[in-house]
């Protein structure tokens, strides 16, 4: 099965293994933010569905026509989790994990540095064949001791929260191969 770095169009590298985010980011300085367009072929999500998150508080507002790295990377997050969890349930984990999106005095970590760990454990799991609940949790634990220093607050909020989005995550992955299975067979 192709791999991809979640939440997004982007093949799989090695260069991205410990740094997702950073296969994003050069685009992103180069340009002084993605236009709707270009966001749309990296998530592979409507234009609509990005305005509708914004919208809803879910994400936000863009300067002008141009979407920053919050925002982008907060997208990544969402459309993530989406194959899995109902809209309104990541928009509760979000705001669980890092309170108001407009306000990021309140954050528990950077949504960057938590994309980042995220694809890594994500990565881990995938490679390892270790998505049982003991691995992910140590992947987990892993993660934030490395990253200790670039957690604000709350590690055991998030370490819950960080639980249930690669089990979310994975959960999208399998929906997606059960569902391609099915049509091969309804197809016969």
């Known amino acids: 099965m192709k791999r991809f770095i979640p939440g997004t169009s982007i093949n799989?590298?090695?260069?991205?293994?410990?740094?997702?985010?950073?296969?994003?980011?050069?685009?992103l300085e180069a340009t002084g933010g993605l236009t709707l367009?270009?966001?749309?072929?990296?998530?592979?999500?409507?234009?609509?569905?990005?305005?509708?998150?914004?919208?809803?508080?879910?994400?936000?507002?863009?300067?002008?026509?141009?979407?920053?790295?919050?925002?982008?990377?907060?997208?990544l997050l969402i459309n993530m989790l989406k194959g899995s969890m109902k809209l309104e349930q990541i928009a509760k984990l979000m705001t669980y994990i890092n309170g108001d999106v407009e306000d990021t005095s309140d954050d528990i970590i950077e949504d960057v540095t938590l994309y980042?760990?995220?694809?890594?454990?994500?990565?881990?799991?995938?490679?390892?064949?270790?998505?049982?609940?003991?691995?992910?949790?140590?992947l987990i634990n892993r993660e934030l001791t490395n990253c200790a220093a670039e957690i604000r607050s709350d590690e055991d909020k998030l370490r819950k929260a960080m639980y249930v989005m690669v089990m979310a995550y994975r959960s999208s992955c399998l929906k997606a191969e059960m569902e391609t299975e099915l049509c091969k067979i309804l197809s016969d």
């Open 12 to 27: 799989f590298s090695e260069q991205g293994r410990n740094s997702a985010f950073s296969l994003i980011s050069p685009v």
């Open 37 to 75: 367009s270009q966001l749309s072929k990296l998530t592979v999500l409507e234009g609509s569905t990005i305005q509708n998150w914004i919208k809803r508080g879910w994400v936000s507002s863009p300067k002008g026509k141009k979407y920053s790295e919050k925002q982008v990377v907060r997208i």
């Open 116 to 138: 980042n760990i995220l694809c890594r454990i994500i990565f881990t799991a995938e490679d390892e064949g270790a998505f049982e609940s003991d691995m992910v949790r140590g």
